[in-house]
Every structure is written in C-alpha cells, then in structure tokens.
C-alpha cells in the first residue's frame, strides 16, 4: 500500500507563534508532496507542491513565507505556519504521489490559533 | 479549462435506501475523475477512479460511478445506504493523465455531505 502519516492531528497555538505539521510517507518514497488548506464547509485548496531537494512551488495568493515548507527527505516534507494569526485557523492535508497507487492523503491537521 | 461541480451540498437518505451524489466536470481533455469521502476531521480516501478502460467503474464499500461522456457526468451511486456512509464526499478532476503528474493538478468539488438516517 501507500500510507501517509500527519502529525499532529490537531494543534491549538496562540497568535504570533509558529506551528509546524510533519507529513511522512511511510512505505515509500516520495519526492513529491502536496499541501492542502480546507475550510470549514469548503473544498480543498491546494497550497504549494513540495519537491525533495528543492524549493516547494507555491499556488497563486499563498504567502511563502507565511507557509514554510521543507521536504529535507524523500519520506518527510513539512508545513511550518509563521507568525499565526486566527484566520490560518483551518485543517491542513497533506498528500503524496506514488506511481501507480496515486493520490494518498495523510488525516489531516485541525489548527485553531487563539 | 477543466473545473468539476458537485450539484448538491447536502443529501439526506434513509438507511437501506439507494444514495446518488452527483458531479458534472467539464474538460478540455479526456478527463480523469474521482470520488474520495472524507469523514470529520479525517483526511481523504479513495473511493474510485475513472481510467478510460471502463464507463462504469466499482469503487470500495459498494460504491460505483458512470462516467457519462455525453452528459459530461461522474455520478456516484450505492443502492443500499449504511449509517457509516455519512460523511463529506469530493468529486475530482486531474488536469493532467490519471494521476496529474506531478504538479497536484486535481480539482476539488465543492462537496456533498451525506447524511444518512436511520
């Protein structure tokens, strides 16, 4: 199979502080890796495209330098929130590409920031 | 441009009834669609695919779709609803092959949330 693991699942965080969420594949490898942004009621957004090795690639109207990522190996990328403020409250998914499995979506990351 | 549109927020069934979520997709080219479900603040499953090998494709927990190239649709359907069915369901089109390459080039409907009562 291809499993993909997020950590943690959900994370409360006063302004100003940053949060970081980990996406992990755990049996294989995946040079890359996707972040999602999901509303209450809403679709998923895609955020940026994460690239090991490389700089991530960031949708139109997301910050960078707001939403951190860093895909250091080919099984970890992760989503740093910097500089939190209540409207990043939101549920963040992470998925991963992995030949002919496809698409596979981590669990997701409720973060409320107060 | 392809876009993806999921026609009804909100389906009620009652359980042992027949569950119809539909999707309607617009495409340039030869699409590639999905359904995943999503249940509360969980992430997303799979739930089939459409490959171009077969019209009608079977998914997991007695789901299947039909793609209907003349009606541009991917309706979801189950003939018998289960209480553990309710949850948040996304239609999906990729912009490019089956799996969007590597660019994460899906297309996320709005959504259906399924509410099944007993």
């Known amino acids: 199979g291809a499993v993909v693991s997020q950590h943690p699942s959900w994370v409360i965080c006063k302004s100003g502080t940053s949060v970081k969420i980990e996406c992990r594949s755990l049996?294989?490898?995946?040079?890359?890796m996707f972040w999602y942004r999901q509303f209450p009621k809403q679709s998923l957004m895609l955020m940026a495209t994460?690239?090991?090795?490389?700089?991530?690639?960031?949708e139109q109207g997301v910050e960078k330098d707001k939403f951190l990522i860093n895909h250091a190996s080919l099984t970890l990328s992760t989503l740093t929130v910097t500089s939190a403020h209540p409207e990043d409250s939101s549920f963040y998914i992470c998925?991963?590409?992995?030949?002919?499995?496809?698409?596979?979506f981590g669990s997701g990351t409720r973060l409320t920031v107060v | 441009a392809q876009s993806v549109t999921q026609l009804d927020s909100h389906v009620s069934v009652s359980e042992g009834t027949p569950v119809l979520l539909r999707c309607n997709y617009s495409?340039?080219?030869?699409?590639?669609l999905f359904w995943y479900v999503q249940h509360p603040n969980k992430g997303l499953q799979l739930l089939l695919k459409?490959?171009?090998?077969?019209?009608l494709v079977k998914g997991i927990n007695g789901f299947e779709a039909e793609f209907k190239k003349s009606e541009t649709s991917f309706h979801l359907t189950k003939p018998s609803a289960h209480m553990s069915d309710a949850a948040e369901y996304f239609c999906?089109?990729?912009?490019?092959?089956?799996?969007?390459?590597?660019?994460?080039?899906?297309?996320f409907g709005k959504g259906t949330k399924l509410s099944v009562k007993p």
């Open positions: 998925s991963a590409l992995r030949g002919n499995y496809g698409y596979t």
């Open positions: 049996d294989f490898q995946a040079t890359t």
């Open positions: 994460s690239n090991e090795g490389s700089k991530a690639t960031y």
């Open positions: 495409s340039s080219y030869s699409p590639s």
């Open positions: 459409y490959t171009s090998a077969a019209t």
């Open positions: 999906v089109v990729s912009l490019s092959g089956i799996y969007g390459g590597s660019q994460g080039n899906l297309i």
